[in-house]
């Protein structure tokens, strides 16, 4: 029984003290899923809004695609490269900072409060974007709140495509964010990956590879048809790929989980990114 209360006050101790050194960090989160999610729902009205003069002078489907795929690849590339994404290292995902975790970049605590933060300032954006862009447009049914579904194809294809473009993207982040060369071009790769999986992917699952993405639509949206496979599915996919690099490069070349590391902002991870005799800001 005193063991167990140990532990429990130990426990809260740490979260404290994560709290009150990081809290930026994951105010940081919280703002950039946030923001990721109102410009989501902005150009999907943009371009899907019946009475938008955009989608009425593009009339092909694939093309709005390709031109909402390279929005929200440039509004991730934004995110990641602004002052505030190379601070917290620009996760934005809670499966992106579970595979940190699992590869024992993340502390624990600060694992947790980067996944609240993200599921808070995911659904806080679009609400925010219902406010600056018009609830009735977001809620039309061309937008619908840019809800993630299965595709005609069904839900097990939609599970496989969530899963393998999700293993893709963290495998590119893996193999590009820890060579000290490449680390800089980070958000390059992943914004196109991006664009080109909303161009491609998307007819199949709506393109999430985020739990925290598809619960702040499912949320306003009040549409939760097999939510399922957008909280199971990425996970999944990123965590096979950090095994897979794992078993190629071995665990001691994953250097830290920032995705641009090229930077003088404060690192709170389980940092070993700079050579010898340098030390990241804390």
């Given at each position: 029984m005193i063991t167990r209360l140990a532990s429990l006050l130990a426990s809260r101790c740490g979260a404290q003290r994560a709290f009150a050194g990081h809290w930026p960090e994951y105010l940081i989160e919280a703002a950039g899923l946030g923001l990721f999610m109102v410009s989501a729902c902005g150009f999907a009205v943009l371009f899907e809004y019946p009475g938008s003069a955009v989608h009425q002078a593009v009339p092909e489907p694939w093309l709005r695609r390709v031109l909402i795929g390279v929005a929200m690849g440039a509004t991730a590339i934004s995110i990641i490269y602004s002052p505030l994404g190379k601070r917290?290292?620009?996760?934005?995902?809670?499966?992106?900072?579970?595979?940190?975790?699992?590869?024992?970049?993340?502390?624990?605590?600060?694992?947790?409060?980067?996944?609240?933060?993200?599921?808070?300032?995911?659904?806080?954006?679009?609400?925010?974007?219902?406010?600056?862009?018009?609830?009735?447009?977001?809620?039309?049914?061309?937008?619908?709140?840019?809800?993630?579904?299965?595709?005609?194809?069904?839900?097990?294809?939609?599970?496989?495509?969530?899963?393998?473009?999700?293993?893709?993207?963290m495998l590119v982040v893996l193999t590009v964010s820890n060579r000290r060369g490449l680390n800089r071009y980070t958000g390059l790769f992943a914004g196109a990956l991006v664009a080109v999986y909303i161009s491609v992917e998307a007819p199949l699952s709506g393109m999430s590879m985020n739990p925290a993405r598809t619960f702040a639509s499912a949320l306003s949206a009040h549409v939760w048809t097999d939510v399922w496979i957008y909280f199971l599915a990425p996970p999944l996919g990123m965590l096979s790929a950090a095994?897979?690099?794992?078993?190629?490069?071995?665990?001691?070349?994953?250097?830290?989980?920032?995705?641009?590391?090229?930077?003088?902002?404060?690192?709170?991870?389980?940092?070993?990114?700079?050579t010898a005799g340098e030390k990241c800001k804390e």
């Open positions: 917290s290292g620009a996760h934005l995902n809670p499966a992106v900072t579970l595979t940190f975790l699992r590869l024992r970049k993340v502390e624990p605590w600060d694992a947790a409060f980067y996944v609240v933060a993200q599921f808070t300032g995911g659904a806080l954006g679009v609400l925010l974007a219902c406010t600056v862009v018009g609830q009735m447009r977001i809620a039309d049914p061309a937008v619908s709140y840019v809800v993630t579904l299965p595709g005609a194809a069904g839900r097990w294809v939609a599970f496989v495509a969530e899963t393998a473009i999700s293993l893709g993207l095994e897979l690099y794992r078993s190629l490069r071995g665990s001691e070349s994953v250097l830290c989980c920032k995705l641009h590391h090229e930077n003088d902002s404060r690192c709170i991870f389980r940092c070993r990114y700079h």
